[in-house]
């Protein structure tokens, strides 16, 4: 399957601006939280633990995994995402050129299989898991980042963004659909955080706001952090 068939967007068009995003304030407040809700979900101890990440792009969250002391492997549709992320020289981590849709590894390959916004932007989301599901070793965890459907931030640049931009091909999930999708497949943790205010004066105060919102089950937030227990 060629990338215009396996993603939803060209993500080659992104791959020399992407990770601007995380340069912002806005953006790297979104990293800030997204990255708290993800620790929850990975076990306490990763040395010597095999991770891999489906839709890695320019291995922003790859260096994140590995940091955190997975032995990660990268991959994704994008020649040019991955160009960029090796171009980043991370240590122990290595990038392919590959689609999720049938990943290149034997059954059981990993400890760990994760995919950070990347769901949103597969043509065969149940096909991408499946293969995820195949390729991580049992007893053992898939670990999702999921743009939400609910919030409104997200559903703001669906209708304003560009046709051409990859929120305007995204299939975004709200919590209780991702639910849903993933029960049949083993057990399911979700919770929701992202609550970055919309002025921009309010974002330093962001780390105050998004655990209130989530204690009093707020839904809404920008991101969605599972985890699939197989």
Known sequence: MNESKASRFDFDLL??????????????????????????????????????????????????????????????????????ALQKNIVNVSFLIADGHLLPFANDSFDLTAAITTLEFVRDTEAVLREMIRCTRKPGRILLGVLNGLSKANRQRQRQD?????????????????KEFLEPFGQVEITVGGFVPAQSWLIPFAPL???IARIFGGQKGAFIAAVLKL
């Open 15 to 84: 791959a020399d601006s992407y990770d601007n995003w995380y340069a912002g304030r806005r953006g790297a407040m979104y990293d800030r939280l997204e990255k708290k809700l993800i620790v929850d979900f990975l076990p306490a101890k990763a040395e010597g633990k095999k991770l891999l990440e489906v839709g890695c792009g320019t291995g922003h969250w790859s260096r994140f995994f590995r940091e955190y002391g997975f032995e990660v492997t990268g991959l994704d549709t994008s020649e040019r995402m991955i160009n960029a």
């Open 162 to 178: 560009s046709p051409k931009s990859p929120y305007a091909a995204a299939r975004l999930f709200s919590p209780v659909e991702l």
């Open 209 to 211: 706001v998004d655990p």
